[in-house]
């Protein structure tokens, strides 16, 4: 999953959120982790590693991969994460009794804390994600599209990211089909296993 949709299964607080998106520029067990930096951190990286599991393996994930796999191969899984985001502020309404706009400057308030020795790549996304308040614009495919885009410039090959935007609309059905089956049994997994979103 990508940033959206792990913060909106975070726990409401600044520093679960934080781990649900450190983990993403961050390795190591979870025990020196929670030494580096807090506990509530260190849980939100956990939970992010255990979305992801579930989230790698589920069928409606994997048949939107499969929907994709002809044009854009290993990057697919990215696609999917990226468009999935686009599908939950969609129908954000469905799943949400708190107005997107308010989650969206709680979260940026929760991400701007700096009390910690966060990873310096780490700093520069959230410092990007912060000012520019870029998480809305996934409301638009094709902000979807050019968030890819961007994506793919971090590989030091040319991949198809530039590309994707194509293989979305071809395939947007399949893709908002298999999100709305596979979400609500995301919150249930996120739910059994530590966190309940405070959202739902």
């Known amino acids: 999953m990508n940033y959206v949709a792990h913060l909106f299964l975070a726990e409401p607080s600044d520093e679960h959120r934080i781990g649900s998106i450190l983990a993403d520029f961050t390795a190591g067990r979870i025990e020196n982790l929670s030494v580096r930096y807090s506990p509530d951190i260190a ?82 996304v959230i410092g990007h994600m912060v000012r520019e308040k870029w998480l809305i614009s996934y409301r638009h495919i094709d902000n979807v599209g050019y968030a890819l885009s961007r994506i793919g410039q ?21 893709l908002e089909k298999d999100f709305l089956l596979f979400f609500p049994e995301l919150i249930e997994f996120a739910t059994m296993n530590g966190s309940s ?4």
């Open 43 to 124: 849980r939100g990286i956990q939970q992010h590693r255990d979305i992801d599991r579930f989230t790698d393996t589920h069928e409606h994930v994997l048949n939107s991969i499969a929907c994709l796999k002809p044009d854009y191969g290993l990057f697919s899984g990215i696609v999917v994460d990226v468009c999935f985001d686009h599908f939950l502020i969609k129908h954000w309404d469905e799943f949400s009794e708190e107005s997107l706009p308010d989650f969206l400057e709680s979260i940026y308030r929760s991400l701007s804390r700096d009390d910690w020795d966060f990873p310096p790549r780490y700093r520069r």
């Open 197 to 200: 979103p405070k959202n739902v």
């Open 154 to 174: 971090r590989f030091s090959r040319k991949t198809p990211l530039d590309d994707a935007i194509h293989g979305i609309k071809a395939c947007y059905q399949v």
